[in-house]
């Protein structure tokens, strides 16, 4: 069964870090890039980050460049997105997804999500 899988999510202070992973199984994730996007209640989807699949160029939003951190393992089939000095406005579902390069114009596959609430 093709899956991914977020975890990593909860509260979390600003000022503070977490790091979100997201497994994959079923298949290789070492062939996609890895994108990962965030929901706001109220808002549209959008994406933070991204991971190729060809020479691990990152991409970032400007919202998060300096703060998130997007690496990938293809020997544990995992990706991470490392976030520090979050902030309130960062709160939202986060998802991965795959695709066959970043910014294509819809991903391949969802993960399920998981929620970051960033709150004193």
């Known amino acids: 069964q093709v899956q991914l899988v977020e975890s990593g999510g909860g509260l979390v202070q600003p000022g503070g870090s977490t790091r979100l992973s997201c497994a994959a199984s079923?298949?290789?994730?070492?062939?996609?890039?890895i994108g990962w996007f965030r929901q706001a209640p109220g808002k549209e989807r959008e994406g933070v980050s991204c991971?190729?699949?060809?020479?691990?160029?990152?991409y970032y939003a400007d919202s998060v460049k300096g703060r998130f951190t997007i690496s990938r393992d293809n020997a544990k089939n995992t990706a991470y997105l490392q976030m520090n000095s979050l902030k309130p406005e960062d709160t939202a579902v986060y998802y991965c997804a795959i695709d066959l390069v970043c910014g294509g114009p819809s991903p391949l596959d969802w993960g399920q999500g998981t929620q970051v609430t960033v709150s004193s």
């Open positions: 079923g298949f290789s994730l070492e062939r996609y890039a």
């Open positions: 991971i190729s699949s060809t020479d691990g160029t990152t």
